[in-house]
């Protein structure tokens, strides 16, 4: 079946140490995004790609920075992790940007201590 | 800017107990709206898209509906494993592929 897939599921790193989280799909969809999501919290966009065309939102913190390296793949870098950043980071993909429904990963918990 | 609107936060029902969620949203030029469920410490799993007034859609016990203003999920005869938070979000006409999300309703059946 064609899905989003995150590894790993539960990620724990120490504070200030970068952790890197991935995304893979197997939908061939030209977007990809990244989306934090806090307990209780509504899912909160940080950026996406749109083939190889970055966009960030423009209060996602320089922390957080992105990589696609292809297609199929797309990181999620947080290079100096603190104790706000834990949090669920969800992956989502699209055909297009315009309209069309986004499909997300199961997600990878995130725990910094 | 984009806003929905979720209510109730949280709804109680008993199986068999048909019931409806409601999302409300104001949005500049809808591209489409969508409801999600998520179940906790998972992704929101695509349920149905929307794009049109009038338009509705239908998958087991859920139907979803949507007019210019708001959008109902009605849930027939529900079972306990429907029990999750089910999730609204519009896609604007201005933003570029960023869904705007409501908080979400916590659905949850007794049986």
């Known amino acids: 079946d064609a899905m989003v897939i995150q590894n790993p599921r539960y990620q724990v790193t120490q504070f200030g140490k970068p952790v890197t989280l991935s995304c893979s799909q197997t939908l061939n969809h030209n977007v990809m995004y990244w989306y934090q999501q806090k307990s209780s919290q509504a899912p909160k966009l940080l950026f996406h790609y749109y083939d190889k065309d970055f966009n960030n939102e423009a209060d996602t913190p320089d922390n957080f920075q992105s990589r696609r390296p292809n297609t199929s793949f797309c990181f999620l870098d947080i290079r100096s992790p603190g104790l706000g950043d834990a949090a669920m980071y969800l992956c989502?993909?699209?055909?297009?940007?315009?309209?069309?429904?986004?499909?997300f990963g199961p997600g990878t918990r995130l725990l910094v201590l | 800017e984009d806003q929905v609107t979720q209510s109730p936060e949280a709804l109680r029902l008993q199986e068999g107990e048909s019931s409806s969620l409601n999302c409300s949203y104001t949005v500049s030029g809808l591209r489409g709206l969508f409801w999600y469920r998520q179940d906790p410490g998972k992704g929101p799993e695509f349920l149905f898209t929307l794009y049109s007034a009038g338009e509705e859609k239908e998958k087991e016990r859920l139907k979803a509906t949507l007019t210019k203003k708001e959008s109902f999920l009605h849930i027939t005869a529900p079972k306990p494993e429907d029990s999750a938070t089910y999730l609204c979000?519009?896609?604007?006409?201005?933003?570029?592929?960023?869904?705007?999300f409501g908080q979400g309703t916590i659905l949850t059946v007794h049986p």
């Open positions: 979000a519009v896609l604007g006409g201005t933003s570029y592929g960023k869904l705007t």
């Open positions: 989502a993909t699209s055909r297009v940007w315009d309209g069309e429904t986004q499909y």
